[in-house]
């Protein structure tokens, strides 16, 4: 079984067994042993639902440090647009990057440009598209995580096609030594990030053997220290000091803005990851024959909907669509050069996204067929009524947490009770 990384664990000492986050893990990552959650890391997408939902807050970020910017000569931060919308519209987007420049980076790029290039390629990605449909899109990692654990047979439809962020990356890797005159490794690229998917999509791809970033920080840290140098450049900040090149795109921050930029005729915009199980769903059974896109987002109303913002999301929705009236300067890449790229394979993803094998069938096939009989005999046993007292999510998943070795019979509150009429 491959070695998963997450941005994410259980703090023991915190940890008091409510548990909420075993309830809420739409992937059944988490199991409450002893008094304590446990997250099952082969199962377990990174959406951040137990980070939010944890009562005790004893599910924490990861402690690993980020690369220290003093490893670098030269250090660029690339943030996510979530970011710009943690800060009202009295904020210039530009004051945001003069104050990420304070905190020590030489340079600020935005992904605005690589998601109107991106936009553009996936419409015609699909307009020349002939397979099987609807595609999915690969904009957001926990989803893609979602599919290769839980809806493997759906791997084939996630568009393979790089991300915003990483082909911003990509390209200040190859474009950016020969303007400041270092080599490649001289230079650091962190991304501020929204949601724990996004750090494990950095120190973990799953389609490629590394990312193009060096490391990522999260909105949640990085906001106390950047709001006083924000408020301290507003105060003396004049409009004339905005360069002529800069511009402004909200990017795809909130849900329909993937498909807003697709413009397909026949699409579904999904947030929320038990939303978009029950599409996935519907996908899976054939249910959902006439849509050809779905744009799938693991947080509700999109990436402002991440646990590592800080701002409430609805606030935080209405800031980003307030900056785009205000503020939008977008620059769109002429549709002859996207077409161009496109048939270059400029936006494809390094490798295919492949399914994830899970414990339960990380072995030959007349093991998991045996597994399976034996998980089926087990659940048939039990009452059926998830009521979680095992400490797994349902009947089904401590069924096959037995099969696994991982828990005994006498877990279940009802099987450990003496069989002889008594508790009728």
Not at 116 to 143: N, V
Not at 221 to 232: E, F, G, I, N, S
Not at 370 to 390: A, F, P, S, T
């Amino acid at each position: 079984m491959a070695k998963y990384y997450h941005a994410h664990r259980v703090d023991p000492e915190k940890c008091r067994g409510y548990m909420t986050c075993m309830r809420h893990c739409p992937t059944q990552a988490i199991r409450v042993r002893d008094g304590k959650a446990e997250i099952r890391e082969e199962l377990c997408v990174d959406c951040g639902t137990c980070l939010s939902v944890c009562r005790s807050k004893a599910i924490v970020l990861d402690s690993e440090p980020i690369s220290p910017l003093t490893n670098f000569k030269y250090k660029v931060v690339v943030p996510t647009p979530s970011l710009y919308a943690q800060f009202d519209a009295s904020i210039h987007p530009y004051i945001i990057h003069m104050a990420l420049k304070r905190l020590g980076f030489d340079e600020v790029i935005d992904i605005k440009t690589s998601s109107l290039a991106l936009g553009s390629a996936l419409q015609e990605y699909i307009k020349q598209y002939k397979g099987r449909l609807p595609l999915i899109s690969s904009y957001c990692p926990s989803i893609v995580r979602l599919i290769q654990v839980k809806y493997p047979d759906l791997v084939e439809l996630i568009v393979p096609m790089e991300v915003p962020r990483e082909m911003t990356a990509r390209e200040i890797r190859r474009t950016l030594p020969a303007k400041v005159g270092l080599k490649p490794e001289e230079i650091g690229i962190y991304y501020i990030a929204n949601c724990p998917a996004k750090f494990v999509s950095i120190r973990q791809p799953a389609e490629k053997s590394r990312s193009w970033f060096d490391d990522a920080m999260s909105i949640r840290d990085t906001y106390p220290v950047l709001l006083p140098q924000v408020v301290a450049i507003k105060e003396e900040f004049d409009p004339s000091q905005v360069p002529e090149d800069f511009a402004f795109s909200p990017g795809w921050v909130t849900s329909g803005s993937v498909v807003g930029s697709v413009k397909a005729e026949n699409w579904l915009a999904i947030s929320g990851v038990d939303h978009v199980m029950q599409i996935l769903d519907d996908i899976e059974s054939s249910r959902l024959r006439n849509v050809t896109f779905v744009e799938a987002l693991a947080h509700m109303l999109g990436c402002i909907g991440g646990p590592l913002n800080v701002e409430n999301p609805y606030v935080a929705q209405s800031n980003a669509a307030k900056q785009k009236r205000k503020y939008e300067r977008p620059v769109k890449p002429p549709r002859e050069e996207v077409v161009r790229r496109l048939q270059e394979g400029y936006y494809s993803l390094s490798n295919p996204i492949l399914p994830r094998p899970t414990q339960y069938f990380d072995t030959d096939l007349e093991t998991s067929i045996k597994r399976i009989r034996e998980r089926d005999r087990v659940y048939h046993n039990l009452r059926q009524i998830d009521c979680g007292c095992c400490g797994a999510p349902t009947c089904k998943a401590f069924a096959e947490d037995f099969v696994r070795g991982q828990t005994k019979l006498t877990d279940c509150i009802f099987l450990a009770q003496p069989n002889d009429g008594s508790n009728r």
